[in-house]
C-alpha cells in the first residue's frame, strides 16, 4: 500500500496490498483507485447507455471508471465475466447484485479518485475533496442545528466535509436515497470536539461512520450498522 495516509488509519482498518478475497462475514473491503489507473472493460449495453446519457466529460468517466473497478474485483472473486455480473437500481437509483451470493457494496468518486466498499451486510461510503464554501450556510439548510451548531463554533472547511461524508455514507448505506433521508438523518459526535467515529441517526436506525483523511484535503467515510471486526483497507494509487 502506498502511504496516501494523511491521518493514521484508524484502528478498525487492516492494510492489505489488494483486495485478495471478498469480505467475510465479519469482514469488510475498502478499495481506492484513482480513475484514469482504472482498465477499461467491457460493459452490458444497459450501463453503456447509461454512460452515453451523462453529457458532462468528467462525470461519465467517473461512472464509467466505477464500474469498471466494480465489476474487475468481483470478476475476480466470482470467477464471472465483468459483463456477466448482474447490476440493478432499487427506486431511489442505489445498484445492487442481482446474484444472491455477491457481497453488499458501496461506491463513491470525486475528481479522479473513486472509492469502493464491500461487506456482507449493507454499507455505505463517500469521499469528497475539501473546496471553499459557505459554511453557515449550508450547515443550516442540510445539518440539524446541533451539527449546525458545532459547524459555526468550528467554522472549519475540514469539519464540514469530514461530517458530510459521514452523514452522506450512513444514507448511501440506507439506500433510500438524500432526498427521502436529509430530514430524518442526524449525527452524534463522540465527543465534545467532534473527533473520532461519528454515529448518524436515519429515523429509528444508528449507523456508525468511520471517517479518514487523505492527502490532497480528501475527505472520506465509511458507515456500518454493526462495525465489521475485520476492514480491509486497499489503496491502489
Not at 484514469?36 to 451523462?54: S, V
Not at 464554501?133 to 439548510?141: E, G, N, Q, T, V
Not at 432526498?179 to 429515523?203: M, R
Request: aromatic share 10%; net charge negative.
Amino acid at each position: 500500500m502506498k502511504s496516501t495516509i494523511l491521518e493514521k488509519i484508524p484502528e478498525y482498518f487492516s492494510a492489505s496490498a489488494i483486495p485478495y478475497a471478498p469480505p467475510g462475514e465479519d469482514e469488510a473491503v475498502i478499495v481506492i483507485a484513482n480513475k484514469d489507473d482504472i482498465k477499461a472493460l467491457k460493459l452490458p449495453p444497459d450501463e453503456l447507455w447509461r454512460a452515453e446519457k451523462i453529457t458532462h466529460f468528467e462525470s461519465r468517466n467517473r461512472y464509467l471508471a466505477g464500474r469498471y473497478i466494480l465489476r474487475s474485483i468481483l470478476s475476480q472473486w466470482s470467477g464471472l465475466n465483468p459483463e456477466n455480473i448482474q447490476l440493478a437500481l432499487n427506486s431511489a437509483g442505489k445498484p445492487y447484485f442481482l446474484q444472491t451470493n455477491m457481497p453488499c457494496f458501496s461506491l463513491s468518486h470525486t475528481d479522479d479518485v473513486i472509492a469502493v466498499v464491500f461487506a456482507s451486510k449493507p454499507v455505505g461510503i463517500d469521499v469528497e475533496r475539501e473546496r471553499e464554501l459557505d459554511i453557515p450556510a449550508l450547515s443550516r439548510r442540510f445539518f440539524s442545528q446541533v451539527e449546525a451548531d458545532f459547524l459555526a463554533s468550528s467554522n472549519s472547511v475540514g469539519d464540514f466535509f469530514r461530517l458530510w461524508c459521514c452523514r452522506e455514507a450512513a444514507i448511501k448505506g440506507d439506500g433510500r436515497g438524500l432526498a427521502a433521508l436529509l430530514g430524518s438523518t442526524t449525527a452524534e459526535f463522540s465527543d465534545s470536539t467532534g473527533e473520532g467515529d461519528i454515529l448518524v441517526v436515519i429515523e429509528d436506525a444508528v449507523w456508525r461512520a468511520i471517517p479518514w483523511k487523505l492527502r490532497g484535503a480528501m475527505h472520506g467515510a465509511v458507515a456500518f450498522q454493526h462495525v465489521p471486526s475485520v476492514i480491509r483497507w486497499c489503496d491502489l494509487r
